[in-house]
């Protein structure tokens, strides 16, 4: 018998009784499925060390592998992380939106999103993920997905992989979007981790 919950959501304007409702399981330390602007996402508060813990052993993610965060907006992310000026161009033409910044962070996030004082960090353009964000404050940002293995299009697809180890899924609809590309802006060099969503070209073409 399923203990989790399933919930449809208006991708574009996602319903506040179901932002109401993430919250809630996010709050208590509960993981939580949804769609960003590339796949869906797994989400958990990142200052709950439990539910951190729990979303690695789900996904089967390794320690040395951080995920990445979510934060609601890049005056919040300037108090999070050392912001070179080509991090403020790139931030400028493609955030929000399907752009990971890996910046030199100012504080230490902990073993599951800091490397080497690295984190990287995403402003998301997917409408339910923001209002998220600026309810409970920065949420992990990994996909929704056994670590190493093909992201999944469905929230079907996702609930046959993790049932009731998640408390709540959130279907948007199918997602089959590159992922974000994964730059790195440390000391004024850049350096791009993954191709996604976004061209090598482009990103090199917006700092020249």
Same mark, same amino acid.
């Given at each position: 018998?399923?203990?989790?919950?399933? %919930?449809?959501?208006?991708?574009?304007? #996602?319903? #506040?009784?179901? /932002? &109401?409702?993430?919250?809630?399981?996010?709050?208590?330390?509960?993981? %939580?499925?949804?769609?960003? @602007?590339? !796949?869906?996402?797994?989400?958990? !508060?990142?200052?709950?060390?439990?539910a951190v813990s729990r979303l690695f052993e789900v996904k089967g993610r390794r320690i040395d592998k951080p995920?990445?965060?979510?934060?609601? @907006?890049?005056?919040?992310?300037?108090?999070?992380?050392?912001?070179?000026?080509?991090?403020q161009i790139l931030a400028d033409q493609f955030l929000p939106g399907p752009l990971t910044l890996v910046l030199?962070?100012? !504080?230490?996030? =902990?073993?599951?999103?800091?490397?080497?004082?690295?984190?990287?960090?995403?402003?998301? $353009?997917?409408?339910?993920?923001?209002?998220?964000?600026?309810?409970?404050? #920065?949420? $992990?940002?990994?996909?929704?997905?056994?670590? =190493?293995?093909?992201?999944? &299009?469905? /929230?079907? &697809? /996702?609930?046959?992989?993790?049932?009731?180890?998640?408390?709540?899924?959130?279907?948007? =609809? !199918?997602?089959?979007? #590159?992922?974000?590309?994964?730059?790195?802006? /440390?000391? =004024?060099?850049?350096?791009?981790?993954?191709?996604?969503?976004?061209? $090598?070209?482009?990103i090199l073409k917006s700092v020249e």
């Amino acid at each position: 018998m399923a203990h989790y919950q399933m %919930v449809q959501v208006n991708f574009y304007e #996602p319903e #506040p009784a179901i /932002i &109401e409702q993430a919250c809630q399981f996010l709050n208590q330390g509960g993981l %939580v499925v949804a769609p960003t @602007e590339t !796949r869906y996402g797994l989400l958990a !508060r990142i200052d709950l060390p439990e539910a951190v813990s729990r979303l690695f052993e789900v996904k089967g993610r390794r320690i040395d592998k951080p995920s990445a965060i979510f934060v609601s @907006e890049i005056s919040k992310l300037k108090e999070l992380a050392d912001f070179p000026p080509k991090a403020q161009i790139l931030a400028d033409q493609f955030l929000p939106g399907p752009l990971t910044l890996v910046l030199k962070s100012k !504080r230490d996030f =902990g073993r599951f999103f800091t490397l080497n004082n690295r984190t990287g960090f995403r402003i998301s $353009s997917s409408p339910l993920i923001r209002a998220l964000v600026a309810k409970t404050g #920065p949420l $992990s940002a990994t996909s929704a997905n056994l670590s =190493g293995q093909k992201e999944p &299009e469905s /929230i079907s &697809e /996702i609930c046959g992989l993790f049932g009731d180890q998640i408390d709540l899924y959130i279907d948007g =609809g !199918r997602l089959n979007n #590159p992922a974000s590309t994964v730059v790195q802006v /440390i000391n =004024g060099q850049i350096t791009i981790l993954r191709e996604g969503a976004i061209s $090598s070209n482009d990103i090199l073409k917006s700092v020249e």
